[in-house]
Structure formats: structure tokens, C-alpha cells
């Protein structure tokens, strides 16, 4: 076949190229197989492109390096019809929409060179990188000036200068400042005074570097010009000019998404995390132009060396290949009743699940790829109340009944098939709110939580049918009592979902609006204003209501209600909340009793402000400290007492006794306020930020609702990025330690606790190396009986683990525990 | 997999979990309303009424039936007691906990000093018995003294470290020392030498009783300090760098104190507790030999 592979650096396969020297790559998934002609196994960096290279030559690949591909262009006649729409936002929100009419091929593809190369197809595997940002000013294109830094040892004796204040920035500039003996002088550029998109703890630890000495950070400063040896900087003083051997800009890079586009691509949705509309054969909306890898959505290097391996067979005119997760698909309908083929069960599912009607096949299989489907029979339960879980469940076959009232199992509510099931888990995080049964036979496919947002944002369709169903469920639910799906109609028709910021305010005390609420995702503080300041009153989690009391009574706000972390609120008119209460008297009942209480906890709090303002001063700052340092989205989270700690650290000794020999918790680092520490420890997240992007998709949520990282695990790194609390470390696994009689007895080994790096380092060198380094986290102790080994072994009871909800209360934070 | 699976472990710990989250946040001592104190002054109340009501013969002593009684009680709860400093290590799984053993210890250990007492029957002398009891009474001694300690200075620890950890505070220490460093390169010859002192000093060195007592009579700091004058601007700077110098090594030395108060009893407690083993052992051996 005739062809040129472009690449636009000196190099292979960028992406790996930029790993940290001698990462271990790792070859997941490992039960797929790989169909390429270039080998690929787990291995060291190094060792991976070496091969690479070598078989690239010897399969007489003919590539072109240095030719980055700048726009791809059809040269044949205008598609008729075939118009592509690109919107592009600028940053103040506004839209701007641009049609771009398709051309037949062959296509030129143009370079940054001029060169123009003609080919009929075209292969995308550009990756997600993009391309960073560059300076503008001035002598931007000297050479001093770079977008990376490999390795910061690498550099002494210099003047150097980091333009960008974001992670990346920040990391380069410690990294370069962290050796006082490498004598350079570094310092950081922010355009403003704050640093809105770095860690918390990145920032800080700037910060101190700062006020140590060892790096300056220059605020409302921006580059004006660079020459050699010399940069001006535009400061609030004016301008400066400093020496500077060496600039390293990290001001963010450009998806490559525009670039794309450009070329006729058409994306799934406006969502930044959406990808390009592919064909079972990865062909893209531009004919002829096929997509693959991570760019496609498939960020395994595994999948991306299969993909090229089929894409070129479709090219060739291969039909009949079936794709290479064909085994893998196989064997998740192996199980069921009815002897389909793959092909015909991902169509049952398609066909007869409601919102997985709008779905390609190509989207069917990758779906299912993260999905499972499943065969009950009559009265099997499919889940339990109470259990986690954030997945989905669409009916294909048969039916569910929906156990409503947990004191009387008898008492059900029919869900037919094609509908869906456990969507409260998968908006708010929270355990499942009912079990669930088979009434009859029955198909269901259990959507990941990963895989239903994807099919949210490839199917709009799908979106507002699962946001409709559970507006209408969470009605039913919180107000339970026998209301059926007629009585809420009218109020699921005038609800409104709403996105709010964490510290948005949705209720202001004293306002008249009588809207009432539900928490959707996420969770609210309750505040009230008692003589100079706001007190809190209380913590709603997801699937609480307020605002129901200016509905009922008419009065005027009582207390405000803020959003605690971004969240999600259904807004109900109260004119038709009111209808519903006046059509069910024991709604109305529930309602009063719930109103009532929340009165007389505010009543309480008043009382006790007058004969104790500073325990109630005391309680409302605390509450507050803990919500800013994340309890508010936590569900389990590990707090210590430092009125009782004394400082032992049996704690961590504990974690990594329990855990392979590595503590995963950091008692001392965190924030304090009124002794109450919050070290860092994984909070386990309702709506677990870690998760976010993690390739293999290893991190999951466990059956005793704990977030935790298994095996699969590729030791990218992402998941410790995307924490905001900082608790993930990359380590490796350590050797077994002498045992415990052992070191008492004969002093062997380093005795209970972590073992020091060094002593790790040579006890894994004795047995042949280090093993790969994984990202580890607290698992909250999963599968062992007992529970979390950190508070069974504090001495002293200072170390506790709580849930907001239960915690966040007057009683709890006001307790005395000495 | 995991619907399956969800339905049959979520069972399994949600109950314990829950209960767990819902915590009682109190201390050992507070633990589940004071328990095992009035276990243990029930048993001590209980053996001192044996005491007095059964009419040991010929007169009350080790020897007597209820004297063994007190003896193996005694010597059981000494065993257990000490096989607090396994279970503090041993992280096997199960719903124990360390905070409801050492409530168990402390309270547990002072009932000792009546059932040993009692036991003795006040026969004093000079032998391997009257050893064993005063090592008894020894470690529980200093065993108060870590309650004490235990209570009260956790607090002083937590607003001494201002949520910094020791890694922060000594590479505070480290910059302010940097700083310091390219501060004193204008001075005098015997002024940058009173700087070089303080520089050179380890921040851990000072003995023991230095770091028990907080008080650090050689600190090369606090002389330079009061060895400098302020008159050029490169002195006022040094002073002032010198004087911070101070402050951090304070917060050093605050938490050096007061966590070695917090752990120099265990270096009494537990070589007595195995001085008290052996000798325990003497007694019951010489006890059985010479019956
Ligand atoms: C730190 C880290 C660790 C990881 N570890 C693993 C692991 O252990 N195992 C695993 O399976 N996955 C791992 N991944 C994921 C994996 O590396 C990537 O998803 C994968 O490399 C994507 O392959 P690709 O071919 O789609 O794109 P890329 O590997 O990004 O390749 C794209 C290539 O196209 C070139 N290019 C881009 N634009 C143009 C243009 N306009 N013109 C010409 N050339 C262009 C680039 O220079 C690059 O060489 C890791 C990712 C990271 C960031
Ligand atoms: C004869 C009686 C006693 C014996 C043999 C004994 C023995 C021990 C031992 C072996 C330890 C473990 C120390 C370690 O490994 O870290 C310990 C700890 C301790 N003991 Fe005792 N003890 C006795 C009485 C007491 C009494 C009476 C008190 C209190 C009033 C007490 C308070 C403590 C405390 C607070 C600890 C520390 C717990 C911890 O930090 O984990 N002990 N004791
Ligand atoms: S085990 Fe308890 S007392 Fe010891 S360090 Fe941890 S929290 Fe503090
Ligand atoms: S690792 Fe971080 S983001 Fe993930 S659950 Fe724990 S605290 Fe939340």
C-alpha cells in the first residue's frame, strides 16, 4: 500500500516518548489481544520505543519526520449537502458558529513546512495532546524559550524564568529551585495575584518555597519582551528587566479538537470531553478520513495499535474483520439466556433499552465494553438498599419490582421493561435508595457510571430521558407514601434542573421567593444570620429537600441555603408543591413533622447562642473548616482529634502493616482549625474526582462504598493529578518484612510501620528490582472484617472516621471528649 | 459481576461502617461511658471485701487459698497487661480496638495496686517477692504519669505545630538558615563567626535533658543573637534573621519537648514491666519450690 506516515517531531510516538525516564509501561487490558505487527509488551519505556523503532525500519515504514500536518483539505467536488457546523466559544461565553462545506477526496494535507502531501485516505492518530500554547511576545521564538522540562536536574547556575502559574508551571518551578545546589535562580510569572488553577496544596507548597527563599514568585507581572540573556517584564510598577538564561512557558495547551474539526470532523457533542462521530469501520463524518486511538476515545496503547492495525485492514477492504475485543464482548453475553450471536445482543440491548436507541453500533460495542449485562430470575435481587453504587440498569427484558418501603418487603412498585433503574446512584453518589428485584425473568444491562456519562453526552436524547426519569423517581421517592407517578406529573413537567458553584447561594435568608428544592448531586449548608454573623445550622446531602417552609407557611426565609461543592438542585414551583400537598394528607403530614424539626434544631442553636456564643461561634467555624477542606463531598473521611493525639503514629504504622507495607495516609500534613485535623487521607468522594481519567478505568467504587485503585492500574499519574486533596502517592510495592515476632525477638527487619525508602529500595533490589510504581490510596480497609486499621489502632481515640452527614451536627462537633 | 456481588457484600460491613461513622468521639479514658472503671473498681471492691470477710488462716497472706486466688488474678492481669505492646503492633483483622484496650490497661493496672496489695497481706521484706510487688508498683507509677501526660499535653502539641508538619518545620529552618547565610557574608570576622556557630549547631543535639526540659543553655543562636549589635544595616538584618532563627528553632524544641515527655515514661514503663516479668517468675518459681 502506498503511504507516508507524518510525524511532526524528531521522534515516535511523542506521548511515550514524554514519559518519566524508565517508566514501566503497562500493557492493559491484559485479555486483549494484540493483532498489530509491531510488538508491544509491559516493559520499560526505553526498551518499548528501542523496539518500536527497530521493527518500524525493518517493516520499511515509510515516515516522514518533523512534518507536523497543519490542515486537511478535500480536493474533489463539493459533498452536496455535507456541511459541517463549528462552533467555537470565546472566553466570555459567546458562540460563534462557522459552516464548512465538505470536499470528495483526495485530500491535501498541508504542513507547517507548505509542503502539500495528496492522499486518498487519511489515518488521524494524533493523539490528545495538542499543542502547547506559545509566547507572542517578542523574541518568543529564541531558542531559551521552551514549552517542556524533562528533568529538572539537568539545569545549573541559571537565571530561569517560568511564565504560568497552573500545576505545571508550578511543579517545574520546585523542581528547578529544590536543590540548592544546583544554584538557580528561578522565578515564577503570574498575570494576576491568585493561582485559580493550580492544587491547593501545589499552591502551598509554592507559597512556602516562596517565603523560604528558594523561589520568587512575581505577581501581576506578564512578559514583554525576551532577548538573550535578558527578559522585560510589564509589572503593576512597571517595567523590569531581569536576567534570564532560560524560559519555560506552561501556559496550557490547545486540544487539538479545532484542528480537527477543521478538517470536516464532526464531535459527538459541544462537551470538551466529547469525541469524533465514528463508523463501525472508525471512518469520521469527512469520508475517507478515519480517527483512531486516543484521539477516537481510546487511550490504551493496546487499543491504539489494534485500531491501526484494523483501520489499515478496512482500507484494504477487509469487511468481514471482527474487531479485535470481539472475545471480550463474547464473553459478557456467555452467560445469558437464548443463544444470540455478539452482534444480535448488542442489538436486542440497542432496540429494546429506551435510551440506548440513538446509538451506532460502533458506540453500541464500546458501550458495552463498560457495561455488563446480566440474566435474574424471578424474586432474585439485583441490588440491595443501601448498597453504593453509581451504575445504571436498563431493563431489555422483563421486569423489576422496586421495594418502596423497607419495613414491609411486600409493598413494590413495577418497572417495566426498556426503562431504567438506579439513577439516583448515579447522580448523587449515594447508596442505593431501595433493593431491587426481578419480578420475572429478566435482561438488564448495568451501565458503568463511566459508560452512562459517555452515552449522556454522545445522545442528547438519552440525557433527558434519564434527567426526566429521575426527577420523577426522586419525587416518589422522598415523599414516598403511596403518591403515584400521576400525582407528580405536573411537578416533574414545571421542575427544573440547576448547576450550582460550590458557595452559590440558593436561598437568601429573608427573601420572599417560595421555591422549594431538592439536592440532586452534591450538598447544602444552612445558614443563618444570629446578631453579626452567619451561624451554620445544618448540612443537607443529595436527595434532602429544603425551601419547603416559605412554600407551606408564606413567610419570608427563614435561614439561607448555599451550596456546599458544585451541585445540582431541582427547582419545584412552590405553587405546585403546595397542590400536591393539599392532594395528600399524608404527605402534607410528613412535610409538617420534617418542618418541625428543622425548627427546633434552629431554635435549639439560637438558645444555646445566647448563653454560649463562643460554642456556637465555635461549632459554626469548625463546621465551616471541615466543608472547606472537603468533608462536604466526602463520605467517609478520617478526622483526628488532636486534643487526644499524641503524636505516635500507630495510625500509619497500622495502614501500611495492613496494606503491602505502604501507608496511605499522612497524619501530620493537612489543615487544622480548633484542633480538629483533617490529615491527608482519601476522603472517598461522592462523585470521586480521581476517576475522572484514569485509562484503564481502575479506580472503582467498592462494596462498602470505598473508592479504591486495583490492579490494573498503568502508573500514569492522571488520578494524583486530578485529586484535589492530594492524598494519591506513586510507589512501588516493597518485599514482605520479617514478621512482627521476628523483629521483636531478633531485632530483623524495620519493625511495624512503613519501611524506609532505602530499606525498601534494597530489599526489592535483593529480589530482582523494583516493582512498577501504582498509584495507591486509602481503600477504607476494603474486605477486611473489623474496618479501617488506622482508628482500631489509635491508643488514645483521637483518630475517628466520619460521614458528613452524621457528623456535621451541633451534638457531634460540640461534644466534649476529653 | 459487581451487581452481584454489591447484593451479597454490601451486607457484610455497611452495619459495623455505620456504626463506626456515627462514632463515639471520646477519649480513652470517657471510653463507652467509663466501662472498665467500674469494672475495675468493682474487682477491686469485690476482692477487698473477701478480704475482710473470709477468715484466712493462720493469718492473711500469698499463702492462705484466697492469698493464691488474689495471686492468680494478679499475675493473669500483669501477663495481659503486658501483651499490650503486641496488640499495639499486630494489625490482625477483627472488631478490636486499641483505644478500648488501653481504657481496659489503665483502668485494669490501677486495680492492681489492691489486688497486689491484698495479696501481700502487708508482709514486707527483703526478698524476691517484695521486689516483684515494689516493680509493680513501679510501672504502674509511671504508668500514671502517662495518663497524666496523655491527657493533658496532646493540646500543647497540636497549637506548638500550627498544622505544620517536623518535615516543614526544619526545612523552614533550612531557608531561614540560606538566608542567613548570604545576610552574614558583610560582617565583621567575630560576627560572622558567632553566625557560623549558630549555623554549624545541630538542631538535635543539647542531650537529653535539654530536650526534656525545653531549655537549651549553649544555643549558639541565642548568643549570636545578643552578640550582635544593630548598627549597620547588614547587622539589623542578620539580628533580625537570627532573631526568626529563634522562633522556628523554639517551635523545634516545643515539639521535641513535648513529644519526648509524651514518650520518655515508656522507656521506664516497659523495661520494668520486663524487669517485673522476671522477677514475677522468681516469685512464683521460689513460691512453688519451697512449698
Ligand atoms: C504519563 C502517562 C502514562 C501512561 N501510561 C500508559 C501505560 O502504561 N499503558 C498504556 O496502555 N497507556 C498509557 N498511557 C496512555 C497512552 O500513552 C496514550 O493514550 C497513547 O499513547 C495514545 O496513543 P495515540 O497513538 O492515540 O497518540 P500519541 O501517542 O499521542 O501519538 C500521536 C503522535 O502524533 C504526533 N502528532 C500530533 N499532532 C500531529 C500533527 N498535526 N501532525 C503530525 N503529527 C502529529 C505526535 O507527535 C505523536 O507522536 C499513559 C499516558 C500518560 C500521559
Ligand atoms: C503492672 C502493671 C502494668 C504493666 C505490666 C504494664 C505494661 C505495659 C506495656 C507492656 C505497655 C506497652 C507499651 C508499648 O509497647 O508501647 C504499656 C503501655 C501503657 N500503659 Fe501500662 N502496664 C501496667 C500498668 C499500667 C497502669 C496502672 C497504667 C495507667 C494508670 C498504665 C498505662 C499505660 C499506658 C497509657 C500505656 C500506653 C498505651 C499506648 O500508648 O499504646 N499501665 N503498659
Ligand atoms: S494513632 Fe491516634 S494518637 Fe497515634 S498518631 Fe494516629 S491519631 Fe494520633
Ligand atoms: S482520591 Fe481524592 S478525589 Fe479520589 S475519592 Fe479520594 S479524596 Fe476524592
Redesign the interface.
Known sequence: MSHVLLEKTDHLSDTIYKYQKGKHVMATPSNLVLRSDIDFEAGKRETILGIWDEQIEGHKVNVKYMAEAKAIRGTGDPIPGSVQQIVSRARDGTKNVTELQRHAPPYAIELTSGEVVMAENVVLAIGTQGNPNLMRCPGADLPHVQYQLDDPTEYVDEHIIIVGTGDAGIENARGLAED?AQRNTVSILNRGTEFPTAKDANVKALM?DH????LTIRTESETKSIEPGFITLATRDGELRIPCDRIIARIGSAPPRAFVEGCGIEFSSEDRSAFPKLSPVFESTAPGIFVIGALAGYPLIKHCMNQGHDVIEFIGGNTSLKPADEPIIAAKFAGLPGNRSTEEWLEFLRANVSILNGMNPLQMREFMLDS?A?FYGPGE????R????S?L?GIASGSVAVEVNPADPSITIPIEAGSIFGEVGLISGRRRGATIRAAEDTVVV?ISRLAALKLQSQVPSAKKAIERISIERQLLQMFGSGLKREDVAPLVEAAQVQEKRAGEVIVQEGADDKDVYIVRRGSMIVEKQIGDRPVFLSYLPAGSYFGEMAAIDGSARTASVKAAIKSEVIRLPGEGFLALLDSNPALREKAMRDMANRRATTAFIESRKDEFAGAVDLYSQTAQFLVDNGIGEAT?VLLI????????D?CE??CA??HDGLSRL?R?????YA?L?VPTSCRHCEHPHCMADCPPNAIKRG???EVFIDDTCIGCGNCQRNCPYGVIRMDAKPPKKPS?LEW?LLGKGPG?GEASYAWRKKAAEKEGGQKAKQAIKCDMCSG??????C????????A????PD??LTFT?LA?E?? | ???????G??????K??EK????D???????RGFRWLWIALGLSLATIAGYLLIDQQPRPNGGTWYGYTLGTIGFGLIIWLSLLG?R????T???????A??SAHVYLGLSLVVIGTLHTGFQIGWNVHTLAYVLMLLVIATGIYGVIV??T???S??AN???M??A?ML??L???D??LESAAQPLARAEADLVIAALGQDVFGGGALARLTGSYPDCATARACTGISRGSEAETRVVALLEKRSEQLAQIRGALRI?AA?EVWLFVHIPLTIALIAALTAHVISVFYYW
Open positions: 540548592p512556602a517565603e523560604a527563599g528558594k455488563e446480566r435481587v439485583i441490588f440491595e443501601n448498597a453504593p453504587g451504575s440498569f448495568e467517609d482529634d488532636e486534643k487526644l493525639c499524641i503524636g505516635c500507630n504504622k497500622a502493616d495492613s499522612d501530620e500534613a493537612g489543615k487544622t484542633h485535623h462494596p462498602d462504598g512482627l521483636m511495624p477486611i472484617d473489623g474496618g479501617p486499621a482508628v482500631r489502632a489509635c491508643p488514645t481515640g483521637a475517628i472516621r466520619v460521614s452524621k457528623f457531634k461534644e471528649t476529653q | 459481576m459487581a451487581g452481584k456481588a454489591q447484593a457484600g454490601a451486607k457484610s460491613r455497611f459495623q461502617d463506626r461513622r456515627d462514632s468521639h471520646v477519649s480513652f479514658l470517657k471510653h503486641v499495639k503492633r499486630r494489625i483483622t477483627g472488631a478490636w480496638s486499641l483505644k484496650w488501653t496523655y491527657a499535653l496532646p493540646q502539641l497540636s505545630r500550627k498544622a508538619t517536623r516543614q526545612d523552614a533550612t531557608a531561614i540560606r538566608q513529644r509524651l
